[in-house]
């Protein structure tokens, strides 16, 4: 256990803007997917989850799906804004996000989350992602345009509750999505062990909690992957919207 817990830890959290909503957490280290969930609530929680998974000698990142900075009392920051611009032809827009919006008593979830990280573990939150760091970050990405532009893909994909959308109707949109994970066991980077989350479970006919916690861990594999996808290539491959201080967005340019 403890040489692989000195390998990097890659850790993806589709983080709900409130406790009351289930978030999805996932880590990635050495090419495998180590461990998942789409049950957690409490921000407690996903800062243990966090700190069970963080490695000891070679850095860790925190990729999370979910506003870090929201100076904007009202409106859109500038990252959503400008990434919406160039992905709307792919459906594949950010939410409006701003304080009146996401704030809790004053707080932004995310940025409670980033502060506790820092707090407790020293992380850094940043915009950058140095190849091969041996540092703790922490950033934001956006499952969405990500998935798009990791497999080429002419638009999102609809497993997403939607005006109008049924169960059968975003069941196949799943399939396609775990189809187009379990492929990245050949990518680069690879990711791997992951035929009883993608394959064995059974999705068609999930309905309710249970199939919001299975699109929640989902989302965390993703933003995992997104993680350990720029920790490996670097600055160079990657499209960054906004800036550190008024809120940013990672998204993975392709290789091919």
């Known amino acids: 256990m403890a040489k692989k817990r000195g390998r990097p830890s890659f850790i993806g959290i589709d983080l709900a803007w409130s406790e009351r909503n289930p978030t999805g957490a996932a880590v990635i280290r050495d090419g495998r997917l180590i461990a998942h969930t789409g049950v957690l609530r409490r921000t407690t929680e996903i800062v243990d989850f966090v700190g069970a998974h963080l490695s000891r000698r070679n850095g860790s990142i925190v990729a999370v799906d979910a506003p870090l900075r929201v100076p904007n009392e009202t409106g859109s920051r500038e990252c959503d804004r400008a990434l919406t611009a ?142 350990s996808y720029l920790w490996r290539h670097g600055p160079g491959a990657v499209k960054r919207y906004g800036s550190l201080d008024e809120g940013h967005i990672l998204v993975p340019l392709s290789k091919s």
Not at 96 to 103: E, F, I, S, T
Not at 153 to 182: A, M, V
Not at 187 to 198: G, K, M, Q, S
Request: charged share 35%; net charge positive.
């Open 86 to 227: 160039e992905w709307r032809r792919f459906h594949a827009g950010a939410y409006p996000a701003n304080r009146k919006l996401l704030a809790r008593d004053g707080v932004v979830r995310g940025e409670a989350l980033t502060a506790a990280l820092m707090e407790r573990f020293k992380f850094i939150e940043t915009d950058v992602i140095p190849r091969r760091t041996k540092a703790r970050l922490v950033c934001e990405v956006y499952p969405h345009p990500a998935l798009v532009s990791l497999f080429g893909l002419d638009s999102i994909l609809r497993y997403k509750r939607g005006r109008g959308r049924s169960y059968e109707e975003r069941w196949p949109e799943f399939e396609r999505y775990r189809s187009l994970l379990r492929g990245l066991r050949k990518a680069d980077p690879r990711l791997r062990r992951t035929r009883r989350l993608l394959k064995e479970t059974e999705v068609t006919g999930m309905r309710g909690s249970a199939l919001q916690a299975y699109e929640d861990t989902l989302d965390a594999v993703t933003c995992a992957y997104v993680a």
